[in-house]
């Protein structure tokens, strides 16, 4: 690894269970990937799924807030209309 990119990585140590390191690395080699490589990939796509999840979860809470002002904008105007 040239020096820049070690610049840009991070080692981290960390226990894990004989049965699930035996799963995955089953797993990687079935893809072609070392452990290292298929615990990156795995991580990014759990990162990755998680927020997108937090931006769907903001979107939905500001259709539901919206939702109520626009409700309460045409009950304004409901009133205003039936006058006319």
């Known amino acids: 690894m040239d020096e820049t990119a070690e610049q840009n990585n991070v080692r981290k140590y960390f226990l894990l269970s004989k049965r699930l ?3 995955a ?8 990937l070392n452990f290292s490589e298929l615990l ?3 991580l990014e796509d759990f990162v990755s799924k998680i927020e ?8 939905a809470e500001a259709c539901k807030f919206y939702y ?3 409700k309460e904008i045409a009950a304004d105007w409901r009133s205003v ?3 006319i």
Do not use: H, M, S, T
Request: hydrophobic letters at 20%; glycine letters at 14%; a negative charge.
């Open 21 to 23: 390191y035996q799963r």
């Open 25 to 32: 690395d089953g797993i990687g080699e079935e893809l072609g």
């Open 40 to 42: 990156r990939k795995a």
């Open 52 to 59: 997108k999840e937090k931006i769907n979860k903001e979107i």
């Open 68 to 70: 109520e002002i626009d």
């Open 81 to 83: 209309e039936g006058e």
